[in-house]
């Protein structure tokens, strides 16, 4: 059964600073993983999908790496604002090819002025 | 832009008592989604549904019944509510494939209190 984790589970910087959430997952058979973004009180917002035969994905000022190898993949947010405070989530795969997707505990993200 | 509606966006049950989640999509899409969100546990599917007249189990099904209604429409019954159903509902939606490699979109939630 695949075990995704994040880290670090929470994290508040000043405006302006270069992040990069990590997600870890147990089960490097994974065929793709996702990155959400969760405000309070809603649901989750999809930001960026990875297959598995990519390595990374760019969206703005976001970027998402997967390195099966390693079982691990990053969020990296390029000059952070307050506007990307929220919760962000990686999920992938529950197992191999299973269309059932393990979804990590998130990282609590504040960007403060 | 409506995208993905859940009604109610809270309810209080008591124990015993029945339930139909309501989630309906104006985006076309042909697959969906319902999930719970528990404190600590992360999101967990409950039931997907392929296409209109299919479903198929997640990780989590036992004490709910969905019906995909038709194309727009995939609801979730809890039949005799229990306390360990508290927890926070979502309905999502992708234009096909599953919920593992399919971009997805989310209604807001329905928050429920089971007593």
């Known amino acids: 059964k695949q075990e995704v984790t994040q880290i670090p589970a929470a994290l508040s910087v000043p405006e302006g600073e270069n992040l990069v959430l990590n997600c870890s997952f147990t089960?490097?058979?994974?065929?793709?993983l996702q990155w959400f973004r969760q405000d309070p009180g809603k649901g989750l917002t999809s930001l960026l999908l990875?297959?598995?035969?990519?390595r990374e994905q760019t969206s703005g000022r976001l970027n998402a790496s997967l390195d099966k190898s390693s079982g691990r993949s990053t969020l990296y947010i390029a000059a952070s604002q307050p506007g990307d405070s929220a919760t962000y989530l990686c999920?992938?795969?529950?197992?191999?090819?299973?269309?059932?997707?393990?979804f990590g505990r998130g990282t609590s993200l504040i960007v403060h002025p | 832009n409506a995208g993905v509606t859940q009604t109610p966006k809270f309810q209080v049950l008591k124990t015993g008592q029945s339930m139909t989640l309501q989630c309906a999509q104006d985006m076309n899409h042909n697959s969906m989604y319902w999930y719970r969100q528990d404190p600590g546990m992360g999101l967990r599917l409950i039931y997907y549904?392929?296409?209109?007249?299919?479903?198929d189990k997640g990780e989590v099904p036992n004490g709910y019944n969905v019906s995909r209604l038709n194309k727009r429409e995939f609801s979730l019954r809890l039949e005799s509510a229990a306390p360990s159903q508290t927890s926070v509902y979502f309905c999502?939606?992708?234009?096909?494939?599953?919920?593992?490699?399919?971009?997805?979109?989310f209604g807001d939630g329905t928050r429920l209190s089971i007593l």
């Open positions: 089960d490097s058979a994974i065929y793709n």
């Open positions: 549904s392929a296409s209109e007249g299919t479903t």
């Open positions: 999502a939606s992708s234009e096909a494939g599953s919920p593992s490699n399919q971009p997805q979109h």
């Open positions: 999920a992938g795969p529950h197992s191999g090819g299973s269309y059932i997707p393990t």
């Open positions: 990875i297959q598995s035969s990519q």
